[in-house]
């Protein structure tokens, strides 16, 4: 069986690791504050020294870190995978990062002669625990077909999807969709408290409907109550909303309702709730009476 | 068993009432176009002149008309509704119209000692057909309680939510909800595309996720195959989005996601594309290349 | 001489009465709020008892109202001005109010064998006091002809569009755009500020360049100073942006930059602020750390 | 007198340099296609050889290219500005390039011992032939103080902003003021003829009043005529509006109108008009029917 390496032990990544290791596979940690690497080590896990360490000892090197500045210090910084890779070995970077800075590690991996797979994400902490994320994975086949047993184990569905940059993109496209339904969904609570209607009986109005769907069944309770414990950041969906409309206008795709929508996320996060639940957008849409 | 009037025989209206008459309830239909009501006069049902006579010879007469305009002349207009009501008469509502128009019909049926309830419906032709639409009622409880049978005949759920007005408030929200929903999904396919990703790879995708839902799974091959056949034809969405708005200006509530939307839906009218089914906004989204 | 009624004496109406009576023309006027009156009267105006009576005692009468609303209220309610015309007497409508709303008050007054002429302004209140209004007129030639004199009185520009409701039309399309430009300017000021830039730099470039015009050079410093002497009410900014919506909607035209300029302004109404000058939706569009 | 270096002969380039010439100025230049140059070499300029050349020859070089990928190119590339400076010259950029750019170019002068000013302008063609442009000055101070001679003869204002980033801020806030003021515009004349106004007459109504302005005495005509000869490309318009969506998002601004706006011009891109005048955004917004 191969030896992996598992960099990056946020809220996603600890628990996509902990999946791992408890199917019994062989797994090497690191994470930037080694605190978080402990819990893992406890549960079999080797402790690595760093990302070149890891890359070095591991046939395949997986990364979940927050945003494309992070996978490339990840990767390009001093004692960085790409100083630990040789030939042969696969990198796969799970993060949500944009096609370009995907396109750049690529480059730098083949140039080491190993192998590089973007595998990025659908799901936040909750599938990230159970084990029911969408992979979303592009790049070099040989090493989809190497990780296809990790993938099942950290997901309930993995498509690939050709190029390195695919991936990516697709994970933004869901992304920027799942935003739009949010401030949509937000409007619409608004909307009916304002109109003086209960947001319960609407969340059981649109649940009995065409559109209805985990995220509302999920957040709309949030919502109500203000509650917003992080499953995904609201600064991570403004980043994504942010890199889905810069893909749109690469391409001369205009996005209007996307436009719409980042301009709220943008405004929560200008009312300093970036680190809250994205669904914590409500405080940016709610009229300040209601 | 009360006798049930039914006005209007459009998509929606001609499947609610084929439902009744095959429940084995005792309704007598009306339709401006004659011919529209032969296929239900054949299943049973008796055939009225005029709204006013089928108020006048039924207990409880329902309406099922395309847009507020229509619900005021089928009314308020010569041999209308209100002409045939007396004391004791219940009159139902089931189009979508603004709450200003229900709130001005209620009155004119209470000025006659008549009952008056309004129940705008959530579902198209498919949950029409099925008998799966949910009810949005509200006005008298009475008329209310002695209307249930044949609520739970035309629709899984029904809610009762208050004073006149609150019905048709919540089918706007509900459909403001779902006109973001969906221009929101078609810019997540017009970016899949110029991204070089498969429809169907963003559908199977979505489907696996949070945002799955029954619209997506449905309309998603429509837009792809660009074949809209008319369940919930555009230029009620955006006529219910414009109500929406409408309703949120009275309230001050600002939705910059919807507005965006409905501008979306207006190009589609602009278009010729009104008579379509909604997802034919995909043709005001999509960039011209594609 | 034509003996002229003028029906209502807020900021706009009082300074466009002074300004007729300080030319010697021989004025009529009435207020919902007699105290209005009292200063006119002082100048020599004649006071009236009641719209009816400003309408039976004058050739020609002139209303200028808030809102369609208002507008209604004059020329329909009790004692309105529809009770006072009579056969060839002129009516001129110089509220913004929508086509709708006009033709309905046109048709009420032709129903009179009276004239009709809309003549909604472009300006606020510095024109108003200077008599440097833009006059929008349209209905009965005639009318039109009659009211020259007054209409150069009171504005330096005067155009005659046609038939009853291009008048409210141009009027909505003029200040539709001049709200987009505003919440343009403010999202300008507010990306300066957070870049560091100072705003008199701002206004001293786009002064210099070819977007200059008098409106920044008025605002601008107001805004930057968080102090609004209401020239133009935000809330009536607001009604107009959303009649100009609705307007565009009937003739299937899509305004995104208009949808999104009349969110912001309905979140300035939602904090309050629509009594202050339309410029305050610089509180709704700057970042709340500004 | 400094010799100066001029390099990108583009239409802004172009006229600037020639009137820099016609000052009696010492100037050499450099195009990448060397056809560009002949009209200048022909007025008097030296002809430079390449980026570096120009720069090693010159007290000072300024450069005018059409965004920050080509003023990366210039800079950095082989035989570019970088590799042509020594100690105590000046290089100043007048593109217009995001701060990001600009730091870095500022950095790598700044290693080599030279002086670096970003001064990019305000205004197109018109402007930079009749020597009117708007000059937004950032950077080092004492490069400015020489420079000031050669600013006068471009421009009209010239203003001196601080760090560097601070004048390409200025030019991107500027740009997206006139863009949504643009997109307001469009959709006020597109509003206007679905209502049977004529565009003439919304053009003397708008040149009557409060937002009067030159952008739209020159570009109303040239939109009715639907003629757009370019003065600035609608591409860098619509650069220029995602450069200070870009730059809002880093501060956590939010911008809606600008945001829409930004959706029209895409939407222009898309239908091929990116070489044709900014005001082309026109063809986006008109419905298709008008």
Redesign the interface.
Known sequence: MAKLGFLGLGIMGAAMARNLINAGMDITVWNRDPKKSEPLVELGATLGESPADVAASCDITIAMVSDPHAARAIAFGEHGVIQGLSQGKGYVEMSTID?ETSQEIGEAVRAKDARYLEAPV???KK?AEDGTL?I?AAGERSLYNEMKEAFDIMG??T?Y???I??GS??K???N??????M???C??I???Q????AAE??F???D????????FR?KGPQIEQESFPTAFPLKHM?KDM?L??????E??????????????F??A???DLGDKDFAAVWQA?K???A
Chains 1, 2, 3, 4 share one sequence.
């Open positions: 096609p659908s799901g936040s599938p969408v979303l309930k569905l498509v999807l050709g190029d940059g695919q993109a697709m933004l496209v869901v920027m969709v799942m935003g739009g339904m401030t949509a969904f409007e619409g608004a909307l009916a304002a109109s003086g209607l009986d609407l059981a109005v649109l009995a409907g065409a559109i209805s769907n985990p995220m999920l403004q942010r889905a409309l810069a893909l749109a206008e391409h001369a795709v205009p996005m209007p309702t996307a436009a719409a929508a980042n301009s709220s943008l405004r996060r200008s009312l849409i009229p300040p009476k």
